[in-house]
């Protein structure tokens, strides 16, 4: 039997959506011995021995300046796991880093200064430069790595993500306690949104497709995330005439999303792009039929279950909400086998068996 490499991880976004899904689920299953982080968050896992103080904020000299350089070498880890781009430039150990997406390069208008633009277009270079091993959650953004940069495809592994095991199907009166909840009408259809107001989320482009479909006065809109809250006059909606038609969740518990999730006639996802696009296997072990765009990695979260659209054409977005709207269980069988393909057990093992590699062990 193989010795296991002693791996450690920068887990300060452990509580953070997105990204720090990723790492709550890998700092229970990869095996890491150290993690860099805050130690009232990193106290939740003690499947991790060793915590090692780490608060700074993300990106910036800062976090490069208060790095815990000298305690992590005291320690001797095998292998860094650093789970987004923002490496410690005077880290001189073996590395491996998650790259989930190159947004910031692929649509550097939506950055709020060219000076970020240059921060990253610099920070991604220097992980091509060097990391030991760079992991994606996509192909797409693997493509994206050697279009940019031309980085060595020998020395980047794709590892996929997944839905957390709460994401399961449910009677329908568990959930019919949120009608009361957000002031569902009983009667209409329902799609489901979750996510932010970021320009690369397009969602503007699902309010406007939305708005084009046929017998969208049968449907609501339910937009979900921290976004939506107290947003119950949106300009956008009341010039598009579906205002009424539009149900501004606000952000809700893990519970109430993975219940919407169930309650839900159909999950969209307009994105322009995405890295991976947890959704979409989120919404699909709750049993629900997606309609999503067809750019970046989203068709190989999707597959041939997902319906697909494109997102800068409302009347693309319109019909596949309206080929999608009605139906939810006739694919059942189809979705549960593909969403089986995708396990946070299978990312974790794979990822220890990568800084293995890294590590020589």
Not at 343 to 348: D, F, G, L, P, R
Request: hydrophobic share 40%; glycine share 6%; proline share 6%.
């Amino acid at each position: 039997m193989k010795e296991m490499p002693k791996i450690a991880i920068d887990a300060r976004m452990v509580s953070r959506s997105g990204i720090g899904t990723c790492i709550q689920h890998w700092l229970k299953d990869v095996g890491y011995k150290i993690a860099l982080g805050d130690p009232k968050e990193l106290a939740e896992y003690p499947e991790v021995p060793k915590h090692i103080p780490f608060i700074s904020g993300i990106y910036g000299y800062k976090e490069q300046l208060n790095f815990p350089y000298c305690k992590l070498r005291r320690e001797k880890p095998d292998v860094l796991h650093i789970p987004h781009c923002n490496v410690p430039l005077f880290y001189r150990g073996k590395m491996m880093v998650t790259i989930h997406d190159l947004t910031h390069l692929v649509y550097p208008e939506f950055l709020p200064s060219k000076i970020v633009h240059l921060y990253f277009k610099f920070i991604f270079w220097f992980v091509c430069k060097r990391a030991n091993r760079i992991i994606v959650d996509s192909e797409s953004t693997k493509n994206d790595l050697v279009r940019f940069y031309n980085a060595d495809t020998s020395k980047i592994t794709k590892v996929l993500l997944a839905a957390g095991k709460e994401f399961i199907r449910k009677p329908k009166e568990d959930v019919e306690y949120l009608y009361e909840k957000f002031n569902i009408p009983r009667d209409k259809k329902i799609l489901l949104y979750v996510g932010n107001l970021l320009p690369h989320k397009n969602l503007n482009g699902l309010l406007d497709g939305f708005a084009q479909m046929k017998g969208k006065e049968d449907c609501r809109l339910v937009l979900v995330g921290k976004a939506f809250a107290g947003r119950t006059n949106a300009t956008k909606e009341s010039d598009l005439g579906i205002a009424d038609l539009t149900i501004h969740a606000g952000m809700v518990s893990q519970d109430d999303l993975v219940n919407l999730y169930n309650l839900a006639d159909l999950f969209v996802l307009p994105s322009l792009y995405e890295g991976f696009g947890l959704p979409v296997l989120e919404a699909f072990a709750c049993g629900t039929p997606v309609a999503c765009s067809n750019t970046s990695s989203l068709p190989e979260v999707g597959g041939d279950v997902a319906t697909y659209f494109d997102p800068k054409d409302p009347s693309s977005v319109a019909q596949a909400l309206e080929k999608s709207i009605d139906s939810k269980g006739m694919f059942d069988d189809k979705i549960d086998a593909w969403v089986s393909q995708f396990t946070w057990e299978k990312s974790a093992r794979e990822l220890a068996e990568i800084a293995a590699e890294v590590a020589g062990k």
